[in-house]
């Protein structure tokens, strides 16, 4: 059976709300989420609550949920039908953003990109830092296993519910992917 390894980082979308929609306020991302939710607006604004974060810090959110990890985990079940699939969440905190500085309301997030220099000593940007260096050797000699093997230690294939390994700087740590979808709200994006 063929196999498939993909995944998400945990803050996909700082990236893209700091390049698309730098210094978000309050009311312009209430229009971005009504767009965003449709008929579900209403919800949308329940479940996407300030609780003290910036409008872009939450937007951040609501595009991490709906564009990456929300169809991260469908792609990953419609998939697991026909081939062999690990799913991973890359969640290293404090992992550099490669492509651009983040402002301080978003610099708490793991970029989109961020696990490229783990993955590659070739990133443009400071060497890894040295208590990165074990996690960015696990994360290399992982995914090589997996390239050569099929095998993904530590990122166990999806079956039934699925399982999603969030991979940290100390190790991985594998969960069913129900756990996943409800804390990315996949119901309210998921038809």
Same mark, same amino acid.
């Given at each position: 059976?063929?196999?498939?390894?993909?995944?998400?980082?945990?803050? %996909? @979308?700082?990236?893209?709300?700091?390049?698309?929609?730098? @210094?978000?306020?309050?009311?312009?991302?209430?229009?971005?989420?009504?767009?965003?939710?449709?008929?579900?607006?209403? %919800?949308?604004?329940?479940?996407?609550?300030?609780?003290?974060?910036?409008?872009?810090? #939450?937007?951040?959110?609501?595009?991490?949920?709906?564009?990456? *990890?929300?169809?991260?985990?469908?792609?990953?079940?419609?998939?697991?039908?026909?081939?062999?699939?690990? &799913?991973?969440?890359?969640?290293?905190?404090? *992992?550099?953003?490669?492509?651009?500085?983040?402002?301080?309301?978003?610099?708490?997030? #793991?970029?989109?990109?961020?696990?490229?220099?783990?993955?590659?000593?070739? &990133?443009?940007?400071?060497?890894?830092?040295?208590?990165?260096?074990? *996690?960015?050797?696990?994360? &290399?000699?992982?995914?090589?296993?997996?390239?050569?093997?099929?095998?993904?230690?530590?990122?166990?294939?999806? #079956?039934?519910? @699925?399982?999603?390994?969030? #991979?940290?700087?100390?190790?991985?740590?594998?969960?069913?992917?129900? %756990?996943?979808?409800?804390?990315?709200?996949?119901?309210?994006?998921?038809?």
């Amino acid at each position: 059976m063929a196999q498939l390894l993909m995944g998400t980082v945990r803050d %996909e @979308g700082t990236l893209f709300t700091n390049v698309f929609a730098p @210094g978000l306020d309050e009311r312009a991302f209430r229009g971005f989420l009504a767009t965003a939710a449709g008929d579900l607006a209403r %919800e949308a604004g329940r479940t996407y609550a300030p609780d003290g974060r910036s409008p872009g810090r #939450i937007w951040s959110d609501v595009v991490t949920d709906r564009a990456y *990890a929300c169809p991260t985990l469908t792609t990953a079940a419609a998939l697991a039908r026909r081939v062999s699939v690990h &799913v991973y969440e890359f969640a290293v905190d404090s *992992a550099p953003t490669p492509f651009a500085a983040l402002p301080p309301d978003l610099a708490d997030g #793991i970029a989109h990109g961020a696990e490229v220099p783990y993955l590659l000593d070739r &990133v443009p940007g400071p060497p890894m830092a040295p208590d990165r260096q074990g *996690a960015a050797a696990n994360l &290399v000699d992982t995914w090589a296993r997996f390239a050569t093997t099929g095998d993904a230690p530590g990122i166990p294939a999806w #079956i039934g519910d @699925g399982m999603v390994t969030t #991979i940290t700087a100390t190790g991985s740590d594998p969960r069913p992917a129900s %756990e996943m979808a409800q804390r990315r709200h996949c119901a309210l994006w998921t038809p």
